[in-house]
């Protein structure tokens, strides 16, 4: 049996787990030789493959490749995150490698890594942003600590202004 992917293929035309295995079956019972295409241009019977590795796509059973990518929403858009960036800066972000989650038919595609993914853990949970340098990153990541502490910033930036009122 091979191995599955945890990833859905945003390209697949069976949206529904349901709908999918019924179509799954209904192609091994009807033609035991239906083959599903691996990336690498061969086939393989789907009957030997589990629901969970393949999708259908463009009228064709694609054995979906095996990732272990460590996928972030970033900014409402999933990203590939990569390998952390050393940096001499005193702030308290990490800064990581980051490329946008894409899909061709048989599953992600290998990353390029032409982002910078900026993460910021506090206790109200953990912050990310992209840039396509560490200070876009940074500043990104500014911006989304001040929508968030807003208030706070403002209460101690301008306390004597505030206490003058």
Not at 86 to 112: D, Q, V, W
Not at 155 to 161: G, I, L
Request: proline fraction near 5%; hydrophobic fraction near 35%; glycine fraction near 6%.
């Amino acid at each position: 049996m091979q191995k599955t992917n945890q990833i859905r293929n945003p390209l697949a035309n069976y949206r529904d787990i349901n709908e999918k295995q019924v179509a799954f079956l209904n192609a091994c019972i009807q033609n035991p030789n239906t083959p599903a295409y691996k990336s690498d241009g061969t086939s393989v019977p789907l009957n030997t493959l589990d629901v969970n590795a393949v999708e259908f796509i463009g009228g064709l059973w694609r054995v979906q490749d095996l990732t272990n990518y460590k996928i972030v929403m970033v900014r409402d858009r999933p990203m590939i995150l990569g390998k952390e960036i050393p940096h001499t800066e005193h702030t308290f972000f990490k800064y990581y490698r980051g490329s946008f989650l894409t899909y061709n038919c048989y599953g992600p595609i290998a990353p390029h890594y032409e982002m910078v993914v900026a993460k910021y853990k506090t206790d109200r949970g953990t912050y990310w942003s992209y840039g396509k340098t560490i200070a876009d990153a940074r500043a990104f990541m500014g911006i989304r600590l001040y929508d968030e502490y807003m208030d706070l910033i403002h209460s101690v930036a301008c306390k004597k202004q505030i206490q003058k009122n």
